[in-house]
T-cell receptor, first 111, second 114 residues
């Protein structure tokens, strides 16, 4: 029973275009939603978060959108750069302050 | 170093042997987390420490897995009688507790059970 799902295992985008990574969750009680980025042989690094009371949070080239009615979260990267190529995990913070992660989406940005 | 460190970075062991993985969190971080990532899968929560107590061990997959933490510092994850399905990257993270979702991850230990 996966609480957090990323249905696209991979995504390929041309440099300069928009990358859209999607995530679905099952529990409407989650309070915080996050995106982490992971390069090979490194641990995940926190990228951006959004509280359940908001529907959008922007930080430079990264914007996270939250659609609570659809239980859907997305990360937009624009413009995409080759250095953005990594695995992106969405995560939710549950009541016990635990992070539950999705399975990840590998983003490849082609020069 | 300012970040989370883990050792060893790679471990190859024979099925049935015990292994011990170490995590040094960021100094002053009260919360420590262990996760694992099996090939092609997402991060799977194992155990969480607040200080040296573990309020949530729900993610430990079997009684062959155990973890300890000394005060608010180093933690060890022990896997007894390793099985091939234990092969994974084991990741440790720490946080200050003030912002629990801002977990800082170490580079992981890649465990291969042959």
């Amino acid at each position: 029973d996966q609480q957090v799902k990323q249905n696209s295992p991979s995504l390929s985008v041309q440099e300069g275009r928009i990358s859209i990574l999607n995530c679905d969750y099952t529990n409407s009680m989650f309070d915080y939603f996050l995106w982490y980025k992971k390069y090979p042989a490194e641990g995940p690094t926190f990228l951006i978060s959004i509280s359940s009371i908001k529907d959008k949070n922007e930080d430079g080239r990264f914007t996270v959108f939250l659609n609570k009615s659809a239980k859907h979260l997305s990360l937009h990267i624009v413009p995409s750069q080759p250095g953005d190529s990594a695995v992106y995990f969405c995560a939710v913070l549950n009541a016990g302050n635990m992070l539950t992660f999705g399975g990840g989406t590998r983003l490849m940005v082609k020069p | 170093g300012a970040g989370v460190s883990q050792s060893p970075s790679n471990k190859v062991t024979e099925k049935g042997k015990d292994v011990e993985l170490r995590c040094d969190p960021i100094s002053g971080h009260t919360a420590l987390y262990w996760y694992r990532q099996r090939l092609g899968q997402g991060l799977e929560f194992l155990i969480y420490f607040q200080g040296n107590s573990a309020p949530d061990k729900s993610g430990l997959p079997s009684d062959r897995f155990s973890a300890e933490r000394t005060g608010e510092s180093v933690s060890t994850l022990t896997i007894q009688r390793t099985q091939q399905e234990d092969s994974a990257v084991y990741l440790c993270a720490s946080s200050s507790g003030l912002v629990p979702y801002e977990q800082y991850f170490g580079p992981g230990t890649r465990l291969t059970v042959t």
